[in-house]
């Protein structure tokens, strides 16, 4: 395997890792704070189509961004109402909310576009296009360090960037403010947090709601950056990969990009079969390396690679007793 | 000048906390009536109370976790309304719950700044929080490591870290509830040496507790709750640990049971030396040695908490243990492996467990179902692989006709039946197997009036036909009603054990505070 082709294997690494990392991230807050949601991929896929409706609409991907995220919002505060006011079944909600975006995205898009339950293709400002960073037309030339920025530093779109400076934020609001601190016991135990005087519901509902908006993210990479327009089911499962990645991560901002880079590797490798070929010298199916993500939670859920302890209220709805 | 000096005198005699007629009912359940209560400043106010007589309620309408249905709360002669923890915390109280609302991986720093946090950033907070840790550290002598996770210190540490919590957000008054029922003797010292430097300082302090000798020791004014009720208020320097235990126990009208003498036959169950080490490492069995004859019926008396709960759980298989348990003769293993409650059903032993709703029955399910369990391999249920639900349905509704089960409808959920109802379902499973030894854990509480007297003839009856009963009970008027020895349990040890007929309830109330014969002399004031 040469060099370029290294360099191109991680560039779409990069690209297949970003709503990973956006919905891992997510999963990350709303579970930091108790809330298990198995919901991620439903709001990826309703974000997904709206903000490439409204972007095919009026042609101005912000706008369309803005609506992808209102949409995942407004289902993460469903899943806030079920699960946290009304004491529901978290995952019961959550699996309501995938089968709810699954239908509803092809309904409306049928409805709206007829074209078979996709939006029509984004071109232009309606898609998030590539950005080239300062100075990759003069370094590229350069031996090494050339490619290397200017193909798999350079040349993603805003959201990549958004996606990557998401992971120092989150770990600095986690650890080091006062949100973040009680963010993290309201996930571990809530009767500490409500014996303090501070309200669970509204932790929880915070956390939940900057779960949609990272999602919101996420489903708008996918059609507006990833691809160029919104097609039936175009999530793919990703939510629940992110949900893996999340376990893999053991809950902690940092893990959770080597975990998406990793799972986004996978990804990257299953569309380039002759690489692996020329790698270890036999043939291996696609299929096969779409399943290791799944194939290493288990392995990391099995307590093989230390022990993965999820956040000990997760799952729980709180009720006030002592 | 005299007038300015009268006011302060008046504003420091005005009582720290002052709850005038406060009641809390849940559904039918009245857990507090009509509760009045002073606690003057710079003292120690213990409440006493079995499980279950509203301590726990009214120190949580203190705190803001309920609302009272009724009464009003003055603090420092103030009336103040606390909706929640937050107005509890700003009314300068403080809480140390008996199970701690620590964050497990957090530091000691950072759960005492949960909620306190100075702003938006935690560094500051922090800093500052470390300062004043030492500082109340230096005050109170309640030294503790400020980075260590509260996962990796011992229990007596995290309460420390719990008081701690309190007293940085400048808490007048502490409530401690039950603070001993997790310690050793030995931080259980140190706790009160805690208290009572807390005090010199200048707080308030509320112990509740179940526990006479802590009373004794460290209170300056005692409450006594029973059903719900204040029962009493006085000052500990004037009461003694018999009266207490009696105000606690009560004194209703007093229970006849039809027995004949017991006919004592040979020894069913031998305990020798038996000890419990429950999973926080306090020791809740000290050496037990007890025995217990075929056709007689040995009541345990004591307060609860005393290890009479570790002793039915050891003895039905569900507790570890060591020493020598012999049920006819033969060893029953106490180290877990092969002890679980069917092992001790093919021994001959039968279980009404203390708390019915949570070890005797599964509350949803049917009482036909609930009938079945444990028994559900008997060949009468079964038909095949197959379970015989007709069958166990069939004999289901002639337990409820024989033990008078109302509604006797199999199918009701065991939710859906009384407490009476419910016992009387689990000792019907029980009882109906024929066993050589029944334990049964407090037979009849939250049992209407009707239905104990139906149980107390159930457990007779079972005597009469020779037939061995450990009877556990907080209620010591049940005890000397049904039993034919008694045994008092005190801090984990047997205090001596009395024929029922030659014991009364002083002498027992005396051994259930922990005072022997040698030792009961009057107390002095």
């Known amino acids: 395997m040469d060099y370029l082709t290294l360099i191109q294997l991680l560039d779409s690494t990069v690209r297949l890792a970003t709503p990973l990392l956006l919905a891992c991230l997510a999963g990350l807050f709303s579970e930091r704070a108790g809330i298990f949601d198995i919901g991620l991929d439903g709001k990826m896929l309703a974000a997904a189509f709206f903000s490439a409706a409204i972007a095919a609409i009026t042609g101005n991907v912000w706008l369309g961004l803005l609506a992808g995220i209102a949409a995942s919002l407004a289902l993460s505060l469903l899943h806030g109402l079920a699960s946290i006011t009304f004491r529901g079944n978290q995952l019961i909600s959550g699996v309501a909310i995938n089968f709810l975006a699954a239908g509803l995205t092809v309904l409306i898009a049928q409805s709206w576009f007829q074209q078979g339950g996709r939006t029509p293709s984004l071109i232009g400002g ?6 080239t960073l300062p100075f990759a037309g003069q370094i590229e030339p350069m031996p090494f360090i050339g490619p290397l920025y200017a193909e798999l530093i350079s040349g993603h779109s805003i959201l990549v960037y958004m996606a990557f400076a998401a992971v120092p934020l989150t770990w600095w609001i986690l650890y080091r403010t006062r949100f973040g601190l009680r963010l993290r016991a309201v996930g571990e135990n809530p009767a500490a947090v409500d014996t303090a005087g501070v309200s669970v519901i509204g932790l929880r509902y915070a956390a939940v709601c900057i779960c949609g908006v990272l999602c919101g993210v996420a489903g708008a990479y996918l059609s507006t950056a990833l691809q160029a327009g919104f097609i039936k089911d175009m999530s793919a499962g990703r939510g629940y990969i992110a949900l893996a990645a999340l376990i893999f991560a053991k809950w902690r901002p940092w893990y959770a990009l080597w975990a998406t880079l990793l799972f986004g590797l996978f990804g990257a490798l299953e569309t380039r079969p002759d690489v692996i070929e020329a790698l270890i010298g036999i043939k291996v199916q696609g299929q096969l390396l779409g399943a290791l993500p799944y194939v290493m939670t288990v392995i990391i859920l099995a307590g093989f690679v230390g022990k993965a302890i999820p956040p000990r209220a997760g799952g729980e709805p709180y009720v006030k007793e002592r | 000048m005299t007038d300015t000096h009268e006011m302060e005198r008046q504003a420091t005699a005005a009582p720290a906390i002052e709850l005038k007629g406060i009641s809390k009912a849940f559904g039918p359940v009245q857990a507090n009536k009509d509760i009045s209560i002073r606690v003057m400043p710079g003292t120690i106010h213990g409440i006493i109370g079995e499980n279950g007589a509203g301590k726990s309620t009214l120190m949580s309408i203190l705190y803001g976790f309920y609302k009272a249905d009724k009464g009003e709360i003055f603090i420092s002669g103030r009336k103040t309304e606390i909706p929640d923890s937050q107005a509890a915390i700003a009314a300068g109280i403080g809480m140390v719950f008996q199970h701690f609302k620590l964050v497990e991986n957090f530091t000691v720093l950072e759960n005492i700044i949960l909620g306190a946090e100075d702003g938006r950033l935690l560094k500051p907070s922090l800093a500052k929080a470390r300062k004043s840790l030492l500082k109340l550290a230096d005050d109170y002598g309640l030294r503790v490591d400020p980075d260590a996770l509260i996962q990796d210190i011992g229990v007596g540490m995290q309460q420390r870290v719990e008081i701690l919590k309190a007293l940085y957000r400048q808490a007048d008054i502490l409530i401690l509830d039950e603070p001993t029922g997790v310690l050793t003797p ?7 040496r ?37 029962t009493a208020t006085v000052k500990t320097s004037e009461t003694s640990p018999a009266e207490l235990a009696e105000l606690m126990v009560g004194r209703k009208v007093l229970l006849r049971v039809d027995k004949d003498v017991a006919t004592p036959g040979e020894v069913i169950l031998d305990i020798k030396g038996l000890r419990v080490v429950d999973d926080k490492g306090v020791e809740r069995l000290r050496g037990i040695d007890l025995q217990v004859r075929a056709g007689e019926i040995l009541g345990v008396a004591g307060v609860a908490g005393n290890g009479q709960s570790e002793l039915l759980e050891v003895l039905g298989g569900y507790q570890t243990g060591t020493g020598s348990v012999r049920v006819n003769g033969q060893e029953l293993d106490l180290t877990g492996k092969h002890s679980d409650g069917q092992s001790r059903r093919k021994h001959g032993i039968a279980h009404v467990p203390e708390d019915r709703q949570r070890e005797g029955l599964i509350m949803d399910y049917h009482a036909w179902e609930n009938t079945a369990f444990g028994y559900h391999k008997d060949p009468a249920y079964r038909s095949g692989m197959l379970m015989n639900n007709a069958a166990i349905k069939a004999d289901t509704v002639e337990k409820m006709e024989r033990f008078d089960v109302r509604p006797p409808n199999p199918k009701l959920a065991a939710k859906n039946f009384s407490g009476g109802n419910q016992q009387k379902i689990v000792l019907a499973r029980e009882i109906e197997r024929n066993p050589d030894l029944l334990l049964i854990g407090q037979p009849t509480r939250g049992v209407d009036i009707g239905a104990i007297e139906f149980i107390h003839q159930q457990i007779v009856a079972l005597r009469d036909q020779g037939k061995a009963i450990l009877l556990v009970s907080v209620e010591l008027e049940e005890i000397l009603a049904l039993s034919d020895r008694v045994a008092v349990m005190f801090d984990g040890q047997v205090m001596g054990t009395r024929d029922a007929s030659a014991t009364d309830e002083k002498e027992l109330g005396l051994m259930m505070a922990g005072i022997t014969e040698a030792q009961s002399t009057p107390m002095e004031a």
């Open chain 1, 126 to 131: 309606a898609r998030f296009n590539p950005i």
């Open chain 2, 194 to 230: 805690i208290l009572g430097r807390l005090k010199s300082e200048g707080k308030t302090i509320i112990l509740i507790t179940h526990k006479l000798r802590e009373i004794m020791e460290t209170t300056d004014t005692v409450s006594v709750m029973r059903r719900g009720e204040m």
């Open chain 2, 186 to 192: 030995a931080e259980a010292d140190q706790l009160f």
